[in-house]
């Protein structure tokens, strides 16, 4: 009986990390599909049980998973949702102690995040006029944005870094303003620059800003 229960114990983990995979692969499913199909579609006319069939489960799962359409819709415009790249460099950042290199990875986060969704984010611009909830959304981003780089900040307060005469809120807003969509799609979009020239030009203009000489 003691061999059976140990024989149990041993399957359990190899079972919960099968488990855990297949609910990864699911969810990844549904935001592809989701994605895929907000782009095409726009978010008004897209329903659940479109997004449900083309990922292959059921409008339940989804709901499980997200919980609404709307939340479902903040994920796909998440960049840490797709992005292993900008995973990897967000923990790169959190152990980084050098100031200017810090504000160096923030312009390359900032690029690497916003590049591949240029679509969708233009899709939730333009689809706010057909679906006022997506300001909520716009909102959340906005200020999980926000509440990342004030950590930021007090970090290079901490640090003696940040520049003379510059407050913690000031400083926050510099930041906030300067890795926007906005400015990004200004440059990138609009005028053309090639996101390798935005990356250098936004990484020396943060150094600038906000980071005391030396």
Not at 68 to 75: F, P, R, T, V
Request: charged share 25%; net charge neutral.
């Amino acid at each position: 009986m003691e061999h059976v229960s140990q024989s149990g114990e041993e399957k359990r983990p190899y079972h919960s990390q099968v488990r855990q995979r297949q609910a990864e692969e699911t969810r990844r499913r549904i935001l592809l599909a989701a994605r895929s199909l907000f782009e095409r579609r726009g978010y008004a006319v897209t329903t659940l049980e479109a997004i449900a069939e083309k990922a292959l489960v059921s409008p339940k799962t989804i709901t499980a998973v997200f919980g609404s359409k709307l939340a479902l819709l903040a994920e796909v415009i998440n960049p840490e949702a797709f992005s292993p790249r900008v995973r990897q460099l967000i923990e790169e950042l959190r152990a980084l102690e050098d100031p200017s290199r810090q504000l160096s990875l923030v312009a390359q986060i900032t690029r690497q995040a916003y590049e591949p969704l240029v679509t969708s984010l233009e899709l939730l611009r333009t689809a706010g006029a057909v679906a006022p909830e997506l300001a909520d959304v716009t909102r959340q981003i906005e200020a999980r944005r926000r509440q990342n780089q004030a950590r930021l900040i007090a970090s290079l307060r901490e640090q003696g870094a940040l520049r003379p005469g510059l407050s913690l809120e000031e400083a926050t807003d510099v930041l906030w303003a300067l890795t926007s969509y906005d400015l990004y799609r200004m440059l990138v979009v609009e005028q053309r620059w090639e996101p390798e020239r935005y990356e250098t030009w936004l990484a020396q203009l943060l150094v600038q800003h906000l980071l005391a000489s030396r």
